[in-house]
């Protein structure tokens, strides 16, 4: 079935170094949406691309959407302890049909 | 504005007893309605979605069902829980394809 694929699954940092996660469908997307979950809390919306080869930046954080649509990543510039967490990304799959990566946890060594 | 309530927080059932679990949106009308469940450190598994009234999408063959009697009430039933179905259970709704609202989610454990 389609699936959304995302790695690394975990990912050691000291903190200031940069970290990326990438992802992969196997089919087209509509759009790809990034989400951040806090240890012990829910995913919290960050951001949302929809044209081919789409670059958003917030602050420290810039996610790409692929000229495809069928891959997208996260790169986050000089990690800081507040970035821990699991990101990931998602995407409609079909209508309606939200389907996530797998995460990629982040643990940030001050 | 909208708001996502799901109860409750923290369940501790024995197996074979039944579950259910309510999720109810405020602020907004005919949203779509997910359940998700998260194992332990790991990823988000669709169970169920809703694009409207008396449509459920089941993604996961398993003893779990879902129910949207309401326009913006979902919910998540099982007639007899598994050791397998511990995990952390998220509701959410969007309006549309934009943004996913999350639940604060109920973490359920089978004794």
């Known amino acids: 079935g389609q699936q959304v694929m995302q790695i690394p699954q975990y990912q050691h940092v000291q903190e200031g170094e940069d970290f990326t996660t990438y992802c992969n469908s196997s089919?087209?997307?509509?759009?790809i949406q990034w989400y951040k979950q806090r240890p012990g809390g829910h995913p919290v919306f960050l951001i949302q691309l929809v044209k081919s080869g789409e670059v958003k930046k917030q602050k420290r954080l810039t996610f790409q959407f692929g000229e495809a649509k069928k891959n997208s990543s996260l790169h986050i510039t000089a990690t800081q302890t507040t970035d821990v967490g699991t990101y990931f990304c998602a995407g409609d799959t079909s209508y309606g049909k939200l389907t996530f990566g797998q995460g990629t946890i982040l643990t940030v060594h001050p | 504005s909208q708001t996502i309530h799901q109860w409750p927080a923290t369940l501790v059932q024995p197996v074979g007893s039944p579950l259910s679990l309510e999720c109810t949106v405020e602020?907004?009308?005919?949203?779509?309605l997910y359940w998700y469940r998260q194992a332990a450190g790991r990823g988000l598994q669709l169970l169920f979605y809703?694009?409207?009234?008396?449509?459920i999408s089941s993604e996961v063959p398993q003893n779990l069902s879902a129910s949207r009697p309401q326009d913006r009430q979902f919910i998540l039933s099982s007639k007899k829980l598994l050791l397998s179905d511990s995990g952390f259970y998220l509701c959410?709704?969007?309006?549309?394809?934009?943004?996913?609202?999350f639940g604060q989610g109920t973490r359920l454990t089978v004794v």
């Open positions: 809703s694009v409207g009234i008396g449509q």
């Open positions: 602020g907004t009308s005919n949203p779509n």
């Open positions: 089919t087209t997307l509509s759009n």
């Open positions: 959410a709704w969007r309006a549309g394809t934009t943004e996913a609202f």
